[in-house]
């Protein structure tokens, strides 16, 4: 809680409170919610549109009244204990629709891709090309401006709750691509980098692993914090578990805009999967490690994680915190 100078002029206090509470939600939308070209189409069998994207304040305040009022609605009423799994549903909606329109700007990446190989120079062969072209362009500006939504609705969901939103699966990746460019084949190539940067960020790595029941996750954040102060580049690889430590991580890593790398189980490996899982995260040559109290296998990530020289901490379900280093 910030606690305002009282002899200072308090409108002043709360003034430059809020300016610095609203200043990175505000850079963060007007970006997602810039024009990356001129015209858009959302569908090979729709119209061209020539209309300006909404407002990037208009659609930040959208988000906080969208949230904010379904939880003042039934506050104090008897129906305030679904508030949360109402407002879960609001986030998750927009967590769906981004996923969708990734999917739809792949398809259409590919069909540009094609489009490029059976080029022949003629005046069809290039209008095609052109749509197909701002299909993908379209999606993928479409995409960053509801993922950007996603993320400012899982802040507010935070705030009202106390509690990270996290997606169901899959990590939350987003941010704005390339798409300044001229030529086909260029914007496939900035297109497909960046997606390979999204999913394979560079940077020092760090290690996080924990069980799947975990409540405190303050005490996550908290200690992510501390590790993000010391290494600002920071890429977090998890063990991708859709629930407990790891879902705690993914929504830090979001609120934090600090990328994930997500290590799911073989399971054509067995009882082995978890084991192997381990020992890829060790080959990434981590810098740093966070292991919340789980299963063995977190036990077995913090020995090897010692042997290797890596400096480790240990979080455990009492609340004690002791240096596995």
């Keep these: 809680m910030t606690n305002f100078n009282r002899t200072a002029p308090l409108l002043a206090d709360i003034a430059a409170h809020f300016a610095e509470e609203t200043q990175a939600p505000a850079e963060t939308f007007a970006s997602a919610f810039t024009e990356t070209i001129d015209q858009v189409r959302m569908g090979r069998a729709e119209e061209v549109v020539t209309a300006d994207m909404p407002g990037a304040m208009d659609a930040q305040l959208a988000v906080e009244l969208i949230v904010t009022t379904l939880f003042d609605l039934l506050r104090d009423t008897r129906l305030e204990t679904i508030a949360e799994r109402l407002a879960w549903g609001l986030v998750h909606s927009f967590h769906k629709v981004a996923g969708q329109l990734d999917d739809e700007a792949d398809r259409a990446g590919c069909q540009v891709r094609d489009l490029i ?6 005046e069809i062969g290039t209008v095609a090309l052109e749509e197909a072209q701002m299909l993908c362009q379209s999606l993928d500006e479409a995409r960053d401006a509801v993922a950007c939504m996603r993320d400012h609705a899982a802040q507010m969901f935070h705030a009202e709750t106390g509690r990270p939103w996290s997606s169901p699966r ?42 799947q029941v975990w409540e405190d996750y303050a005490q996550i954040w908290e200690r992510l914090d501390q590790i993000r102060a010391r290494i600002p580049a920071m890429v977090l690889a998890t063990t991708a578990q859709d629930k407990g430590c790891d879902a705690i991580a993914a929504a830090w890593a979001a609120r934090s805009a600090v990328k994930v790398i997500a290590f799911t189980l073989d399971r054509r490996l067995g009882n082995r999967a978890g084991f192997a899982r381990n020992e890829q995260l060790l080959k990434l040559r981590p810098v740093e490690a966070l292991v919340c109290e789980g299963a063995g296998l977190q036990s077995h990530l913090a020995r090897a994680l010692r042997a290797a020289g890596v400096p480790a901490h240990c979080l455990t379900l009492a609340g004690q915190r002791r240096a596995v280093a």
């Design 117 to 122: 190989r059976s080029a022949d120079g003629s």
């Design 170 to 211: 899959a990590t939350l990746v987003s941010g704005k691509r390339t798409a300044s460019v001229i030529a086909a084949t260029d914007y496939l190539a900035a297109r497909r980098q960046r997606r390979i940067d999204e999913h394979a960020p560079q940077g020092p790595v760090v290690v996080f692993s924990g069980g």
